[in-house]
Structure formats: C-alpha cells, structure tokens
C-alpha cells in the first residue's frame, strides 16, 4: 500500500503575499525566493531521506497571493516549522514585539511554541531533540 513519507510542503495564501514572505525573512530569518510568476514567494527546506539517507530538497513552503480577498476572520490552519534552537528564536522573536503564545511544551521528542504571524495564522516553532545525535 503507498503511504505518506513525509510533508512535501506549507502553502498559505495571503491578502498580501509580498508583505508577508518580508515578515517570514525578517522574523524567522526564512530567506525567501520569489517564484518567476511575480506573485508568489518561497523557499525549499533542505532535509535527509530516512531510508535512502540522500539530502532532499524538500519541503517548500510558500506565500501564495490570495486570487480573491480572504476574510479577517478564517482560521483552522497552522504551519509546523523546525527551528535548531527553539529558545533563542523565542528571544529572538520577542526582541522583535512579535507575540509569543504563553504554553510551551517539552517532551522526549521535541519542544513546542506557537506564535502568529502578520495575517493572524498561527504557527508552531518546533525544535527536535534526538536521542543520539542528528543523522
């Protein structure tokens, strides 16, 4: 049976796309790349395949510009980025008046936070702990 190996990529669709990819490069340091259509930014996260050990360029995530306005309102979606060092991006961000969620969480595999970013999605900074090392 074909099963999911992993997240391809995070795509959010913004009012302001331009204006959003800025605040992800300036807050989270995401350099993005804006994509040949003019209207779309990105950037492709480097990561190793577990079974073959090969580096992949993948996932991407991408701003897309919204086709028709979206409303203030939407909710019901969150992105998941690793981060190599969870406290000092907090710091970082807080440095920076970006409002960080008060409940964090710490367990074997990993630490959690959550903050939102300029058009009210909320996002999860994830730093994972290995019990032997990175691969």
């Given amino acids: 049976m074909a099963t999911v190996k992993g997240l391809g990529g ?3 669709y913004s009012n302001d796309a331009t204006r959003l ?4 490069r300036a807050n989270l340091g995401l350099e993005m790349d804006s994509h040949p259509n003019g209207s779309e930014h990105y950037v492709v996260l480097r ?6 050990q090969r580096v992949r360029e ?3 995530f991408a701003i897309k510009q919204a ?5 203030d309102d939407r909710s019901g979606f969150m992105v998941n980025l690793r981060v190599d060092d969870l406290d000092a991006m907090l710091r970082q961000l807080r440095g920076r ?3 960080v969620e008060p409940e964090t969480i710490e367990w074997t595999l990993g630490k959690h936070a ?3 970013d300029l058009d009210g999605n909320r996002v999860e900074l994830f730093e994972e702990l290995f019990a032997e090392g990175p691969v």
């Fill in 10 to 12: 995070a795509f959010l």
């Fill in 97 to 99: 008046g970006v409002e």
């Fill in 114 to 116: 959550w903050i939102r």
């Fill in 67 to 71: 086709a028709r306005t979206l409303p």
């Fill in 47 to 52: 990561t190793r395949d577990i079974d073959s």
């Fill in 21 to 24: 990819a800025q605040w992800y």
């Fill in 58 to 60: 993948n996932p991407v």
